[in-house]
């Protein structure tokens, strides 16, 4: 029944990679964060729904800043 069944899938499958890749603490979890966010901006915005694209616009820059902090922090720790 969704309009977007393959960017939907897409985004659900790149969320719950991410959400393992975190809970690892993988730096690569931001990148997936990054990407769910830029396909869920489109996806929203095609589909008229434009606040729900400014909020994962809000979390792409979230995501971003978590990935720059992750980079930042990683020479201290090694």
Request: without cysteine; positive net charge; glycine residues 6%.
């Amino acid at each position: 029944g969704s309009t977007l069944p393959y960017l939907d899938s897409i985004t659900t499958t790149l969320s719950i990679t991410a959400m393992f890749l975190i809970a690892y603490r993988k730096i690569e979890g931001w990148l997936f964060w990054i990407a769910v966010d830029l396909v869920s901006i489109y996806m929203f915005y095609i589909l008229g729904l434009y606040l729900s694209s400014f909020i994962y616009f809000i979390f792409l820059i979230l995501a971003a800043s978590g990935l720059i902090k992750w980079i930042k922090n990683y020479g201290k720790e090694v």
